[in-house]
């Protein structure tokens, strides 16, 4: 939460606030988040403006996760812009309009807005390399220790069982 009563409700008066934010549980995605509870850094811009309080900034912090396709542990930074208008509580727009942020008094909650600019920010399948083979569909070996990696062609499953015998022998 971040107080905005300095500013008043005067239209043009601006405020600028830097900060470091523990985050909150869940910033990212399945395989690439925030650590819960790493800081964030917050560069923010707050401006009056008629309808409340225009919220300009960038969020920056420590990626933890692993590669889409060899499941090795990844480590990154991201840095997140984003925007974002509080109208004001006691404004006309209609309580059940769903795109609008409100203020709640003279706070800004900044948790929603947090957590919508870093997964969007976030690749959407995070790799180790750009070019990372991952892994063998058929027994999981890493192909980048490997890469010549093969398996002999396969059995039609029509006649598994014939080799299968061919094996005892």
Known sequence: ?????????????QREVSRSVPAPPDLGIEVLSVPEGAPVELDLRLEAVMEG????????????????????????????RF????????SEADEEDEGVSRLEGDMVDLEPLL????????????LC????PGLCTECGAR?????DHTHGA????????????QDED
């Open 115 to 126: 957590r919508d600019a870093v997964v969007l920010a976030l690749p959407f399948q995070p």
């Open 83 to 90: 925007q974002e208008l509080f109208v004001y509580d006691d």
């Open 154 to 165: 396969p059995i039609d499953p029509r006649w598994a069982g014939l080799a299968a015998l």
């Open 1 to 13: 939460m971040l107080d905005t009563r300095e500013l008043g409700r005067r239209p043009g008066s």
């Open 129 to 132: 390399e750009e070019d990372c």
């Open 143 to 147: 192909l980048k220790d490997d890469p």
């Open 53 to 80: 309080v225009l919220v300009t900034g960038t969020a920056q912090a420590g990626l933890a996760g692993e590669c889409a396709r060899c499941l090795d542990p990844i480590e990154d930074d991201i840095v997140a």
